[in-house]
């Protein structure tokens, strides 16, 4: 393979088609794994986020341009290599690769996906990202010349997302899946029970997928999905709850990955209510003890997010940062009394009861606000109309729980910056003027050194203006048998993108 450039690698910081028999062979050595999935995909629509289990499956049958490898940094996918042209230009150089229509990937396809994805219609999760391509060329099949509005040395890894996987031309018809050229293909599924996958005897990696294929079967009750795996039922499960971790550890039979990255944290909204008001927010921020929440929802399976999150891991990590959100109530009360309300106020916390994470973190927050003099009024309806909820920003505030886009700082705008259109990601209506300006310096920046000096001031005017008070980072985990290899949860903001280790997933 073709060494990517160093500029590259600073970058790098619906109805289903069945498989077709040629791809598939019963007289191969290798075998069927069973991963137990927390729910049957809503869509697989590729370019549409529709929840961590059809992300899964998703990454089975996809790939785009570039991808994650098992530290959470961008690899090679489709292009080979990328290099920077000029001040806002990229060039990826295809390698050969197939549809599983068996038709080659050519430059017209990708170039066709990405302007789907940046339609004015576009429903795609980075339908604005993309809106930032100026044009898009084609010299030859197996060159593509991405131009955009601005310079973007982020734009490799908005293609490593598995929201933007490169798609046969004019493959997509309504709401169909389109022919992608992923590791696995659709063999069968039973709609909302089990959808089953068989190897692609025509993918770009020699060698892989080393499994023939994997029935992903879904087991909405969590309790369930873990009996499943303890029955040997199934080799892999995703979601493993914190109260089973434990004992998946102890089992000989089995085995846990597990690794942080997922957080909980606080949104507010600044349109009505009293966390308009800043002061007001970091006296929250100051008045919690994040080490009861870790013990409360996640049964000592995380550590206190004190500051926004950014894992240790990063470069752009600052200890003293990271340790912000104190507890010190005594601060909590002066900014109370700063802001008016030295006796207290009252407000409304939402959150939900059908995920005991976050009806258990919304118990502690009630609790250790009380202790300052903030009477919380808990709102707890189900998951579907707390979205409904946020989305339109109905709350004082709120419990988040998410993860950043990727491993970059970029990709924390979408829980940072107010400008963004409104989401349930981030606060709702609280102008954050400032670090948009800061994100997009930081997008344009191809110096590392000066990345870090804007991304530290963000990340300092983020702690004082309180658009997200991080709780709580979580452990999320993968259980699986003993026999199950190559399997790998990825770190930070690319967890639920672990699935790209499937193609070097086996079963012994």
């Given at each position: 393979m ?10 790098a910081?619906?109805s289903?088609p069945?498989?077709q028999?040629?791809a ?9 794994l069973?991963?137990g ?10 370019w549409?986020?529709t ?6 499956v998703k ?41 599983h ?8 396809d ?11 219609n ?11 391509i ?5 010299p ?9 509005k ?9 293609l490593?997302?598995?929201?933007a ?5 004019d ?6 899946l389109?022919?992608?050229?992923g ?5 069968d ?21 080393k499994?023939?294929?994997i ?20 080799d ?6 914190w109260?089973?971790m ?49 013990q ?12 926004i ?17 104190s507890?010190?109530p ?9 802001a008016g309300?030295?006796?207290g ?5 939402l959150?939900t009861a059908q995920?005991g ?10 609790a250790?606000?009380?202790e ?5 009024k ?17 709350y ?28 349930i990601s981030?606060?709702?209506g609280?102008p ?7 994100f ?8 590392v ?14 702690l004082?203006?309180a ?30 993108f ?5 193609e070097?997933t086996?079963?012994?």
């Amino acid at each position: 393979m073709t060494m990517i450039s160093r500029r590259a690698l600073l970058a790098a910081g619906a109805s289903l088609p069945l498989l077709q028999g040629s791809a598939f062979s019963q007289a191969s050595p290798k075998k069927i794994l069973r991963f137990g999935l927390s729910s049957f995909p809503p869509s697989l629509q590729p370019w549409v986020h529709t929840g961590t289990a059809a992300l899964t499956v998703k990454l089975l049958i996809f790939r785009g341009l570039t991808g994650f490898d098992e530290k959470g940094e961008v690899r090679p996918e489709l292009a080979e290599t990328w290099t920077q042209d000029g001040d806002t230009g990229w060039v990826f150089k295809l390698r050969q690769a197939s549809f599983h229509n068996g038709k080659p990937v050519t430059a017209e396809d990708v170039k066709w996906t990405l302007e789907q994805i940046a339609l004015p219609n576009s429903t795609a999760f980075l339908k604005s990202e993309f809106g930032g391509i100026e044009k898009i060329e084609t010299p030859d099949p197996r060159t593509v010349r991405i131009v955009m509005k601005q310079p973007t040395v982020t734009l490799p890894i908005w293609l490593a997302s598995p929201h933007a996987p490169i798609i046969a031309k004019d493959s997509i018809e309504g709401r169909g899946l389109g022919i992608g050229a992923g590791p696995f293909m659709i063999k069968d599924q039973e709609r909302g029970v089990s959808i089953e996958v068989a190897a692609f005897d025509k993918y770009y990696k020699p060698g892989l997928p080393k499994l023939a294929g994997i029935k992903l079967t879904a087991y909405a009750d969590e309790n369930l999905r873990v009996a499943g795996l303890q029955a040997g039922d199934i080799d892999l499960i995703e979601y493993v709850p914190w109260q089973h971790m434990a004992a998946i550890e102890k089992d000989p039979r089995l085995k846990l990955d597990a690794a942080n990255g997922p957080f909980m944290g606080l949104n507010f909204n600044g349109t009505t209510g009293p966390f308009k008001d800043a002061r007001l927010r970091q006296a929250v921020g100051f008045a919690i003890r994040r080490e009861e929440i870790v013990q409360a929802a996640f049964y000592g399976r995380g550590t206190p997010l004190q500051g926004i999150p950014i894992p240790e891991t990063s470069p752009y990590y600052d200890t003293g940062r990271a340790k912000f959100w104190s507890y010190d109530p005594d601060r909590a009360k002066k900014l109370m009394a700063e802001a008016g309300v030295p006796k207290g106020f009252s407000c409304t916390l939402l959150s939900t009861a059908q995920y005991g994470m976050h009806k258990s973190t919304a118990e502690v927050v009630q609790a250790q606000l009380g202790e300052i003099g903030i009477d919380v009024k808990l709102n707890l309806p189900d998951w579907a109309q707390r979205v409904d909820l946020g989305g339109k920003g109905r709350y004082e505030f709120c419990v988040q729980g998410t993860t950043a886009d990727n491993n970059d700082p970029d990709g924390l705008a979408p829980l940072l910056d107010g400008e963004l259109p409104a989401n349930i990601s981030r606060s709702f209506g609280l102008p954050t003027p400032e670090i948009h300006a800061l994100f997009a310096k930081g997008r344009a920046e191809f110096d590392v050194a000066k990345r870090k000096a804007i991304y530290a001031e963000l990340e300092r005017l983020a702690l004082e203006q309180a658009p997200l008070v991080g709780l709580a980072w979580r452990s999320q985990g993968y259980g699986m048998v003993k026999s199950v290899t190559g399997f790998k949860g990825l770190p930070g903001g690319t967890n639920f993108f672990s699935a790209y280790s499937m193609e070097e997933t086996a079963l012994g």
